[in-house]
């Protein structure tokens, strides 16, 4: 893999909010001694202020109940019976999708309490989007609809042995996360913290995937989902990075092949590159990596995965980038990546069993990745993936932290597991136009390994002339519309800047000012 750029969260949307500071004159405007009071958006983390009912950035009303309630939760008051609500969702799932049979269902969820422990313990100018809120609300969702517990049989905690976190991490790296257990706070970099519990916590999600996949791959379940935290894909062999610990998807997929799989596919569709997914697979011909990410020429973090990242060491071709070019990108542009690259590859590949990293933070309203993917979409990607490996297929949280997308989208994914079929129209996906171009830049590199591409890059090469691009100026207004919500409303009135710094209490730091951004 190529080395990694020195490049930070703050570093890539600098660049893109920098010529908002001339915009604004604080001279007039003359601070009150009093600090305004504030409260932090439980949907999104962003602070408002106190007299504000529903966040600036999110929409979210301020006594949100979606930590109980999921994303199920009225996002304009509280539920005054939680009972009959429950109730009447329940009731109204009944009906809206047809399970498998109880032979072929056997859905496995993985979850444990304990990963809930694992939070920032150091009181920072915002919560920090990687916090337990994330899988609380995932099932909150789950229970008020009834499919876990319910529909889904639950897979025990296990922390993850050390035998097998060697088989993808060195010794140095497995103590350096094992020596945080004495500590009550500390920082591998300045956004991936620890906690005394966080070691036990990465050994759990290890845990958890490695069995869930033991169980699809014996038979004893079909297919399953890990929740898990803290999320995984930016760890490589030996750095921790990214609020990614211990590698869960390559643990997983080496526990595949211990159970007698001999090619597993990982689709990573998290809108930040899996770089530490690739580095540890990317000499390795058994393990197919794609990877779909929003990469605009290596600018957005972690800064790797450009289309001709490919592999090494004779697994040329084994490792799959889909960068896209900017933000705002939906669902056609994802879709048609999956017909024209992801599913030509991956069924000639004929994995055993299939992973997803299943980062939610390319979801529509997530304040970091800004990209437009619906949970329709996610649920039509889990669908079209279902048709591999015989269906064996595991479901891998990584990011996403808008709590509201990450937990409907978490629940349209599992539906799916639970034999729903999504609604789809084919002719409906029409890409964008730089949709398009990445596409067809992919095919242009992949083919040289994938022959059965080449006919797909001849097809989209005639049809450019009359193609019927999705219309981009939409795409625009959404674009700009997700950047102007990246800092609250009040900062933009100008005058009312200082207001904004001194809630944060960063006052004299233009980096500082940005919006912060994580994978």
């Given amino acids: 893999m190529r080395q990694q750029k020195e490049i930070t969260f703050q570093d890539i949307y600098r660049e893109e909010y920098d010529d908002d500071d001339d915009d604004f004159e604080d001279s007039d405007w003359e601070p009150s001694q009093e600090e305004p009071k504030k409260w932090f958006c439980t949907n999104c983390t962003m602070v408002n202020l106190d007299d504000v009912l529903h966040c600036d950035i999110c929409g979210e009303y301020k006594d949100s109940e979606i930590l109980s309630l999921g994303f199920f939760a009225s996002d304009v008051a509280r539920e005054a019976d939680h009972a009959e609500f429950k109730s009447e969702v329940r009731d109204g799932y009944k009906g809206s999708y047809t399970c498998k049979s109880e032979v072929d269902n056997r859905t496995a969820v993985g979850y444990d309490e304990r990963m809930l422990l694992h939070s920032e313990v150091e009181m920072k100018s915002q919560p920090h989007p990687e916090r337990p809120d994330r899988l609380r609300a995932i099932m909150a969702s789950l229970s008020v609809a009834g499919i876990f517990p319910g529909r889904c049989t639950p897979i025990s905690g296990r922390e993850i042995t050390k035998e097998e976190l060697e088989m993808v991490h060195p010794m140095e790296h497995i103590e350096a996360v094992e020596l945080t257990s004495s500590m009550v706070s500390s920082y591998f970099t300045s956004d991936t913290y620890a906690n005394e519990h966080s070691a036990c916590a990465a050994r759990l999600a290890a845990g958890l995937c490695a069995d869930l996949t033991t169980a699809i791959m014996e038979g ?44 597993v596919l990982i689709v990573d569709w998290d809108v930040h590159h899996g770089n530490g997914t690739q580095e540890i697979f990317e000499a390795n011909k058994s393990v197919l990596y794609i990877s779909l990410h929003r990469h605009e020429g290596g600018r957005f973090y972690p800064g790797t995965g450009s289309a001709d990242e490919v592999g090494r060491l004779g697994a040329e071709g084994y490792c799959v980038n889909i960068p896209w070019k900017c933000g705002g990108v939906g669902d056609s542009d994802y879709l048609f990546a999956f017909q024209q690259i992801v599913l030509p590859i991956a069924s000639e590949f004929a994995p055993d069993l299939t992973i997803i990293s299943a980062g939610f933070d390319a979801a529509r309203g997530d304040p970091l990745g800004c990209c437009d ?147």
């Fill in 373 to 519: 993917v619906t949970p329709a979409g996610f649920a039509r990607m889990t669908h079209l993936l279902t048709a591999l490996s015989n269906g064996r297929l595991l479901v891998i949280l990584e990011g996403g932290y808008n709590l509201r997308s990450i937990s409907s989208s978490a629940t349209a994914v599992i539906k799916v597991l639970l034999g729903e079929t999504p609604k789809f129209e084919p002719g409906s996906v029409v890409p964008t136009k730089a949709g398009l171009q990445t596409v067809m830049e992919v095919l242009q590199i992949q083919m040289k390994f994938w022959p059965n591409l080449e006919s797909n890059l001849a097809r989209l090469q005639s049809e450019w002339p009359s193609f019927s691009f999705q219309n981009r100026k939409t795409v625009h207004k959404l674009l700009n519309k997700k950047r102007r919500l990246l800092t609250p409303v009040w900062w933009r009135w100008g005058r009312k800047r200082l207001l904004y710094d001194l809630l944060y209490g960063k006052l004299g730091s233009k980096a500082k000012r940005r919006a912060r951004c994580w994978p």
């Fill in 220 to 263: 004893h379940a079909k297919n399953g989902f890990a929740l898990v935290r803290p999320p995984g894909h930016h760890a490589g062999v030996k750095q921790v990075m990214g609020f990614c610990l211990h590698n869960n998807a390559a643990v997983a997929a080496l526990a595949a092949q211990r159970a007698n799989a001999k090619k």
